[in-house]
């Protein structure tokens, strides 16, 4: 399998070294050169497999031999064995055809467990048979964060440094940082917003002595393999549901536009799905995106679901790619009108095109309250309030009655305990695995929002064992 990027112009790359790269070198994201096709028998052949067996079925194609597939099986079954329910991705059945699926029982209780949990397995396994080391820098204002700590702690060929603002992340979130524990894992809090965090990110990626010293490498929502992963859930859902002999429907509560692209993706290799709803906060670029064919930016505002509090919505550009034919030049044009001007029109027949599989929804805090408030009156169900505008989503924009759907829950209601027990009156208890979390010793370094101080942090807590 061969990767291409949106913007047509970097190098065509083979899977493990798109996974080390992340981003192309034009700027662009890498996507397979075609979408591996399942036949509706070789859909159906995944009926009753584990989720691990499943998951190999689905990725082995995008990965093209380039790990091999006992190793490729290994780190499926591991990433997923610390998952703590043995369905790893449970469905439970909310209304008469309306499910939601709880994407929210790894280690961090939150959806991205599910890339990163294949991520930095994947990077160990490739770095350490070339006897390589990375350092993955990156910025955080919560779940991102400790996903990829959790998922990088002890591994021999990774430090990790995450960057978040220093007092504006939850305490579940900051204490799942600086909890870890590991020599190699570091958290970084900075006396400043995600905004300075994330251009401090991106000055260390383009001090070019800094970044090839300390082998710099990223963990970000454009990393293929982070979307290739979250493909597996999809064909879970759906088959579980009588896939590929009844189609679904999905509802995902979105920001990057990562989660639902690896719908799209997994639509694409065949999986008869029906539509996706976009849900978002006030931030709703995408659903506006959908109701008018204009992707236009706004001001970011802060919600009661923070993980979706983005503007720019960085997997959009995949999307465009497909839209326009996989015409890279095209994509670069209106990227860059978009970088210019804050806006981009893809024209009727495009936006129609698109509306025939998507459609949007957006929830302010209030009415998210509310979702939340009576879900839990009527089912005795606890949503966060991400997954609260899925099933919103889910039931104003269900178009068939017969068409089940599936919406996605990213988070567990205790990751965002404030917010759940300000909507229902019951403030969510943490899983046992984690029941101890406020009890657990801190270890987090405070840096100015200062360049050459957080480069030398780095430079200082590196090991780089083993590097040339
Ligand atoms: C990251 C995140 C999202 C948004 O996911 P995208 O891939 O950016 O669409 C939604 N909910 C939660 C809880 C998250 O952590």
């Known amino acids: 399998m061969r990767y291409i990027s949106t913007r047509g112009q970097a190098p065509v790359l083979e899977f493990d070294d798109v996974l080390l790269a992340g981003l192309a070198r034009d700027g662009g994201l890498y996507l397979p050169e075609s979408w591996p096709r399942l036949s509706a028998d070789d859909i159906r052949s995944l ?279 996989r015409d890279g030049g095209v994509v670069s044009q209106n990227v860059t009108e978009f970088r210019n001007t804050g806006k981009l029109s893809v024209g009727n027949n495009l936006w129609e095109s698109s509306r025939e599989t998507f459609d949007g929804f957006r929830l302010d805090d209030t009415d998210t309250r509310a979702v939340i408030g009576q879900v839990h009156a009527a089912n005795g169900y606890l949503l966060d309030p991400h997954s609260a505008i899925g099933v919103a989503a889910a039931r104003a924009k269900a178009s068939d009655p017969a068409t089940p759907i599936v919406s996605l829950a990213t988070a567990h209601p205790a990751k965002f305990p404030d917010a759940v027990e300000e909507a229902s009156g019951i403030r969510p208890p943490l899983p046992p695995a984690l029941a101890d979390l406020h009890d657990r010793p801190e270890r987090m370094t405070v840096l100015r929002n200062d360049l050459a101080q957080v480069e030398s942090f780095v430079r200082e807590h590196v090991s780089l064992k083993g590097a040339a």
């Open 47 to 325: 009926r009753g497999l584990s989720y691990p067996e499943l998951a190999m079925r689905v990725v082995a194609p995008f990965v093209g031999g380039k790990i091999e597939d006992a190793a490729l099986a290994d780190i499926l079954t591991e990433a997923y064995a610390g998952f703590g329910h043995d369905a790893v991705a449970p469905l439970v059945q909310l209304d008469a055809n309306l499910w939601t699926m709880e994407l929210f029982h790894g280690p961090t209780l939150a959806f991205k467990d599910f890339a990163m949990q294949f991520l930095g397995r994947a990077f160990d396994h490739v770095l350490g048979r070339c006897g390589e080391r990375v350092t993955i820098v990156g910025a955080t204002s919560g779940d991102t964060g400790s996903a990829a700590f959790e998922a990088c702690r002890d591994k021999d060929a990774i430090d990790i440094f995450f960057l978040y603002p220093n007092g504006r992340v939850s305490e579940v979130q900051r204490r799942q940082m600086t909890t870890v524990g590991s020599a190699n894992v570091h958290a970084i809090a900075i006396e400043g917003t995600f905004d300075d965090c994330q251009d401090l990110v991106k000055a260390m990626f383009n001090d070019t002595a800094f970044r090839d010293e300390m082998r710099l490498s990223a963990a970000n929502s454009i990393n293929w393999a982070r979307l290739m992963a979250q493909i597996v859930y999809y064909f879970h859902a759906a088959v579980s549901l009588g896939g590929p002999d009844r189609p679904v429907s999905f509802a995902v509560p979105t920001g990057n536009f990562g989660n639902v692209y690896a719908g799209y993706a997994a639509r694409a290799m065949g999986l008869p799905i029906e539509r996706f709803i976009v849900g978002s906060n006030v931030n709703d670029i995408l659903p506006r995106f959908f109701d008018s064919g204009t992707l236009e930016m706004a001001e970011v505002a802060p919600t009661i679901s923070p993980s979706m509090d983005i503007q720019v919505s960085s997997n959009f550009e995949r999307f465009l790619f497909e839209l326009y034919e």
